[in-house]
């Protein structure tokens, strides 16, 4: 029976060059070491400062066929080109129905005011109630579709919005925006750059929705942020998609949703190695299983090296060890990984014939992307 094949994709593993020896203090990964050391190269991909999609969303995007600059400006097909149109795939993941429509997703979001600038803050760091999340979404949404914007929430935390008038909008994916003035990440049009009104008046409604409602005043009044803003990203159209793995492993939206959309088995993702070979794998096939895992986002966004470094402990017992066991056993044909940056991502392959090759020496820290 052929050995499976596995494909981890790990958002925020690579800090930047200039964290890295903050990052990396007191760091003890044997096995993930080997496996860096032994491993293949593949791509290889550095990014640009301002781009406003996350690689670990390009790269998902790629692998599926749903990438592309389908946001761009005709005029300039090179425009947006780096975009990750992913919302309606996110929508299908959260039980909606894209049709043929374009959509972007639109999140709940606090917006801090600093000295002489705005920034937005992680999402997730809110800490906020499904029951309150649900009654914003319920005093927002009449004033959004009075503005003629089609609305759905399928979940409180991610509404998915749909309007002629937004036109080519290209937002900024919350993480890629969250700690940073957000100036230059708020939406755009792709082609021209340009502030789009619409979307401006959709969010001006919003917030002065929000602003001293009982919600906000119980969060600020148990020492949370108010919720007081909406965030766009990931506007795009249902497009067919590839089929590049066998079964797919996340629990993030946009990748379960390109998995759904093409017909592949998807779960969440597994707690260990140990719990993914227990579920038969690929079950023996030779194929490969993609599974999603992302435990760094959070620290990394936050700048918390040592949960970081905590993180990467844990990942070291549960995942990279056995991983690298089951290499050496011949239990497991070959790992794939996808390690991302904030900017860029790199390849590797790792096979039994691999771990052989002695006069590899490439290092962790030198995979950091500038």
């Known amino acids: 029976m052929p050995a499976d094949r596995l494909h981890l994709l790990i958002p925020f593993a690579l800090p930047s060059a200039a964290a890295a020896s903050t990052a990396l203090a007191g760091l003890d990964t044997p096995a993930l070491n080997k496996l860096v050391a032994r491993a293949t190269s593949g791509e290889t991909v550095i990014g640009e400062d301002f781009q406003r999609t996350l690689p670990h969303e390009r790269w998902v995007a790629r692998q599926f066929g749903a990438a592309g600059s389908g946001m761009s400006d005709p005029a300039n097909p090179s425009a947006a080109a780096d975009e990750a149109p992913l919302a309606p795939f996110m929508l299908l993941a959260d039980g909606g129905t894209p049709g043929d429509a374009t959509w972007a997703c639109v999140q709940p979001v606090h917006v801090r005011i600093a000295h002489d600038h705005l920034v937005l803050i992680d999402p997730a760091s809110l800490d906020l109630a499904a029951a309150d999340a649900k009654t914003l979404y319920a005093v927002a949404k009449p004033l959004i579709e009075e503005l003629g914007v089609r609305v759905e929430a399928p979940t409180p935390y991610r509404w998915y919005f749909s309007s002629d008038s937004f036109g ?23 082609g021209s750059g340009q502030r789009s009104r619409a ?3 959709v969010q001006n409604e919003v917030q002065m929705a ?6 906000n005043e119980a969060r600020e009044a148990r ?3 108010a919720v007081n803003s909406i965030w766009l990203h990931a506007q795009g159209k249902m497009r067919p998609v590839k089929r ?4 797919v492993c996340s629990d993030a939206a946009a990748t379960r949703g390109l998995a759904l959309a093409s017909g ?7 707690a260990t190695f140990s719990a993914y070979a227990a579920e038969g794998g690929a079950n023996g096939t030779g194929a490969t299983t993609l599974i999603e895992l992302d435990p760094f986002s959070a620290p990394f966004i936050q700048q918390d090296w040592s949960r970081w470094n905590a993180a990467f402990a844990a990942m070291e017992r549960d995942w990279f060890a056995p991983a690298l066991a089951a290499i050496e056993s011949g239990e497991l044909g070959a790992l794939g990984l996808t390690l991302c940056g904030d900017t860029g991502s790199v390849d590797l392959t790792i096979t039994r014939g691999d771990l052989r090759k002695f006069w590899r020496h ?3 820290a030198s995979l950091f992307i500038e």
């Open 168 to 190: 080519t909008l290209a937002g900024a994916s919350p993480l890629r925006a969250s700690g940073r003035n957000i100036e230059i990440w708020l939406p755009h049009e792709a």
């Open 199 to 201: 979307w401006m008046k």
């Open 210 to 215: 929000w602003f001293e409602h009982p919600v």
């Open 223 to 225: 020492g949370l942020p």
């Open 244 to 247: 590049p793995f066998a079964r």
């Open 264 to 270: 592949i088995d998807a779960g969440s993702a597994p």
């Open 362 to 364: 490439r290092v962790f």
